[in-house]
């Protein structure tokens, strides 16, 4: 087998590995992790992804005006009574209008917040791929015959500016 045909082989197989890498590491991203557990964590999980209504970018769960408690009640109360966290969502966000939901749907429209990342670090990864390739390809450099004389001349020592007419470089330096 040649050099070549190792080589190529050797790049594909880092291609294969950084692709099952970064595939990997996007469906660990993806995959969840079954929810919170009691209800005491399922309410504020709900409540973090719910914004309190009087105050501007804070989250139900971490808010202390009047409001955020009174949604917070209502995720308890809703809890208790057997809703599913979807459900309590959607019914706040009835009352509320969507813009309390802080977590975009993932479909439609507001799906485009969840696709555009993933889609411009392929974008990138792939022009990274074709920037190589194409330096890769300019690389190479071959030494002509003049080129070859003229360092073996070095090496030997026949330079013309290496013989006992040259300057000695100053003293001190």
Known sequence: MSTATTASRGRLVGWLALAVVLLTAL?????????????GERARDIASSVACPQCDGQSAADSDASAARGVRSYIEERL?????????RDELAGSYGEQILLTPERSGIAGLVWVLPVVALVLAFVGLAVAFRRWKGRSVVRASAADRALVDEALAGTHPGSGAGSAAPPEGS
């Open 80 to 88: 208790a009574a057997g809703a599913s966290d979807d459900q309590i």
């Open 27 to 39: 469906a660990i991203g993806v995959i969840d992790d079954g929810g919170p557990r009691t209800p």
